[in-house]
T-cell receptor
Framework: DQQVKQNSPSLSVQEGRISILNCDYT??????FLWYKKYPAEGPTFLIS?????DKNEDGRFTVFLNKSAKHLSLHIVPSQPGDSAVYFC????????????FGGGTRLMVKP | KAGVTQTPRYLIKTRGQQVTLSCSPI?????VSWYQQTPGQGLQFLFE???????NKGNFPGRFSGRQFSNSRSEMNVSTLELGDSALYLC??????????????FGPGTRLTVT
């Protein structure tokens, strides 16, 4: 039972354009959502998070949107850069669960120069 | 500040053997979590330790166990290895454990191959 799903295994975008990565979840108890980026041979790196009481959070070129009614979140990267090419994971955490995260399967983003 | 370190980085074991993986968190971090990454199941939470106590456990059999020492370093052990245990094992450290979210910093992982 996959509680967090990333339905697009890969995404290709031109440099300078917007990258939109999507994530769906089924557990309505999740209260924090996070995005991680992963390069080969490295551990995931935290990008941005959002609490369930918000619907948008921005950090530089990265914006995360949360639609609780649709149980959907998305990560927007504007403008996309070749260095953004990596695998992106969304993750979610229920309340009273410390740092226990449930991850999606990941989306490989390729930004072409 | 040094990041999360994991040893060894690569390991080959035979079915039925047991293995111990080590994780040193970032200095000052007190919470350590372990994850298993496989192509089929993705990243799955194994367990989290804080103050030498297991706080959360994922849906893994009892062959998977762990512990945390007083200096926050952690080890995980897998007994009676199976082929399906072949995976990248990631350790993540964070400053504290609590209801709010604390940023987790991941190590590079230990690649375990079971033959």
């Amino acid at each position: 039972d996959q509680q967090v799903k990333q339905n697009s295994p890969s995404l290709s975008v031109q440099e300078g354009r917007i990258s939109i990565l999507n994530c769906d979840y089924t557990n309505s108890m999740f209260d924090y959502f996070l995005w991680y980026k992963k390069y080969p041979a490295e551990g995931p790196t935290f990008l941005i998070s959002i609490s369930s009481i918000k619907d948008k959070n921005e950090d530089g070129r990265f914006t995360v949107f949360l639609n609780k009614s649709a149980k959907h979140l998305s990560l927007h990267i504007v403008p996309s850069q070749p260095g953004d090419s990596a695998v992106y994971f969304c993750a979610a955490k229920p309340p009273f669960a410390g740092n226990m995260l449930t991850f999606g399967g990941g989306t490989r983003l390729m930004v072409k120069p | 500040k040094a990041g999360v370190t994991q040893t060894p980085r690569y390991l080959i074991k035979t079915r039925g053997q047991q293995v111990t993986l080590s994780c040193s968190p970032i200095s000052g971090h007190r919470s350590v979590s372990w994850y298993q990454q496989t192509p089929g199941q993705g990243l799955q939470f194994l367990f989290e330790y804080f103050s030498e106590t297991q706080r959360n456990k994922g849906n893994f059999p009892g062959r998977f166990s762990g512990r945390q020492f007083s200096n926050s370093r952690s080890e995980m052990n897998v007994s009676t290895l199976e082929l399906g245990d072949s995976a990248l094992y990631l350790c993540a450290s964070s400053l504290h454990y609590g209801d709010t979210i604390y940023e987790q910093y991941f190590g590079p992982g230990t690649r375990l191959t079971v033959t």
